[in-house]
Nanobody
Framework: QVQLVESGGGLVQPGGSLRLSCAAS????????MGWYRQAPWNQRELVAS???????NYVDSVKGRFTISRDNVKNMVYLRMNDLKPEDTAVYYC??????????????WGQGTQVTVSS
């Protein structure tokens, strides 16, 4: 069993910063990719940022230059540093990972979500 647990969400003023964290635990053999999705009310869930095992990163256009994704391979953690937050960044943010289990089966996993609210 694999579990993803997010933390770091909260209420912040426009222009402020937050850092989201996601910890993966369980029967993990390898982590092929990790990323962050977000979903605002009535909107589709969108991929915000991702990082693959080789270290390459990808960002949705709306957050380029403001958000940075990183990972700690020793601790099986992924982070999303969010700077210059805007009201349109308000959403539930979900950690996502593609993980090879100790049974050699590759599966995708989702965290429970953490709320980010950007408001004055």
């Amino acid at each position: 069993q694999v579990q993803l647990v997010e933390s770091g969400g909260g209420l912040v003023q426009p222009g402020g910063s937050l850092r989201l964290s996601c910890a993966a635990s369980g029967s993990i053999f390898s982590i092929n990719a990790m990323g962050w999705y977000r979903q605002a009310p009535w909107n589709q869930r969108e991929l915000v940022a991702s990082i693959i095992s080789g270290g390459s990163t990808n960002y949705v256009d709306s957050v380029k230059g403001r958000f940075t994704i990183s990972r700690d391979n020793v601790k099986n953690m992924v982070y999303l540093r969010m700077n210059d937050l805007k009201p349109e960044d308000t959403a539930v943010y979900y950690c996502h990972a593609v993980i090879g289990g100790t049974d050699y089966v590759v599966r995708e996993h989702w965290g429970q979500g953490t709320q980010v609210t950007v408001s004055s």
